[in-house]
């Protein structure tokens, strides 16, 4: 992904992700209920999620489809916050991660598992 997509369009991308295909007036009164926003802020925030080719608007019925997945926006902002944070270093990241918290055996076997799966 070459643009980063802001909290306010995550906003709208999570109600397209759970509902699909949907009208941008749907969004608008789902987003005025869940968080206040006016019709305008909603068409706002659509019109800047098509121009960045994360929604695509389909007609008649200014209808908006998702361009990109919930896990390609996880899998960037992991990796945006991994090369801010840390320096790139994956390795860092886990060794800051688990240096504060005290993990059970569970969660160890766990996490050893998740790692022979990248060999």
């Known amino acids: 992904m070459e643009e980063k997509l802001f909290d306010s369009e995550k906003k709208v991308m999570e109600v397209i992700w759970k509902k699909g295909t949907i009208s941008a007036k749907d969004i608008s009164l789902i987003l005025n209920q869940e968080i206040g926003w006016n019709k305008n802020t909603t068409y706002t925030v659509i019109k ?21 997945t919930k896990q390609q926006v996880i899998e960037n902002d992991t990796q945006e916050f991994i090369n801010r944070v840390f320096e790139g270093s994956v390795p860092l990241m886990f060794s800051s991660l688990i240096k504060k918290e005290k993990l059970s055996e569970d969660e160890i076997k766990h996490l050893k598992q998740l790692i022979d799966k990248l060999r």
């Open 48 to 68: 800047k999620c098509i121009k960045k080719e994360f929604i695509e608007r389909i007609e008649p019925g200014f209808l908006c489809q998702a361009k990109i």
